[in-house]
């Protein structure tokens, strides 16, 4: 009986929660070559919904490799190369060498690659390889341009506002002051301008009662949490990040974090780096409240 392993990928920049249509249809392509190519045959599905192919920190194609490198897969069928892999060094690394010493038979519909053919590869498969490589490259730098212009116009787009703060119902990339959360923002802000720990506001806040950003965000629908221990609480790192959030003042700030690749982790930039947006939207406090929160930080 051969052991078949389908993969389906779709990239994080679609941004679907639920499984994607790409996926669904990528399954059913891959369900029908099968069963038109195949007699007896065990199958194994495995997919990533939602991650960039420029790297393998993808939880199902980890999946997949693993039982392969143990000897628990004959073939392995793809809808193209692109869904297994953009890099195309590594790419290259598996076709050429990795599979064929672990007794993989690959599969790739859309580039018409069998590796049982006898197929070596040639100058097509590379040059396609390459391809991918080149595109996914090409599309950062696109995406990247474009939310630089958006940040111009003042646009808010990342997903989750920060505490204190909600989306205009009018305009989802325009923020707008959720009261009851930035009451509590201002408050933790004077506290810590009268020289009061982060830690010491957390806890203030606890034995008061006062809601967690976590259960607005539950009232609201947003999330689905349950509390460890019997309840939400405040934390240290909660209260410190926002004393340090620039949002506050009416400001947008990007291009803190950036990657040396597509798809690799992110690194914090130095601060002089950071772009700065002043005056996008309503401040909850003032400059100069924030600023001395910052001056007394740096003392401590």
């Known amino acids: 009986m051969l052991r078949i392993a389908i993969y389906m990928r779709l990239s994080k ?7 994607s249509g790409s996926i669904r249809m990528q399954r059913h392509l891959l369900w029908q070559y099968v069963e038109e190519n195949f007699d007896n045959y065990r199958l194994w599905e495995f997919s ?3 991650f960039t192919g420029t790297n393998f920190c993808r939880p199902g194609v980890g999946e997949m490799l693993k039982l392969a490198e143990k000897g628990e897969l004959d073939c392995i ?3 193209d190369f692109s869904r297994f892999s953009r890099d195309y060094l590594a790419l290259g690394e598996y076709i050429e060498r990795i599979f064929p010493s672990w007794g993989i038979r690959l599969i790739s519909i859309g580039d018409g690659y069998d590796s ?3 197929q070596i590869g040639g100058i097509d498969i590379p040059f396609r390889n390459l391809m991918y ?3 996914s490259k090409d599309l950062s730098v696109k995406v990247k341009a474009s939310l630089a212009v958006r940040r111009e116009k003042g646009w808010y787009i990342s997903g989750n506002c920060p505490f204190g703060y909600e989306k205009a119902p009018d305009n989802r990339h325009m923020l707008v002051i959720a009261e009851e959360e930035a009451e509590i923002v201002r408050r933790i802000f004077h506290m810590a301008a009268e020289g009061t720990r982060p830690a010491d506001i957390a806890r203030i806040l606890n034995k008061e009662g006062v809601k967690t ?3 607005f965000l539950i009232e609201k629908g947003k999330v689905q949490r349950k509390p460890k221990g019997g309840k939400f609480l405040w934390q240290r790192a909660v209260v410190a990040r926002i004393l340090k959030n ?4 009416g400001s947008i700030v990007c291009r803190k974090y950036s990657r040396e690749q597509p798809g690799g982790r992110n690194r914090q930039r130095p601060e002089e780096e950071w772009c700065i947006y002043p005056q996008r939207h309503a401040p909850v406090i003032g400059r100069e409240l924030f600023e001395a929160v910052q001056k007394n930080r740096g003392k401590k």
């Open 13 to 19: 920049e679609d941004g679907c929660r639920e499984e």
């Open 48 to 50: 990533d919904d939602g």
């Open 77 to 79: 069928v793809i809808k």
């Open 116 to 118: 049982a053919a006898g």
């Open 133 to 135: 490589h080149l595109y």
């Open 213 to 215: 950003p976590v259960e």
């Open 246 to 249: 620039e949002t506050y003042v």
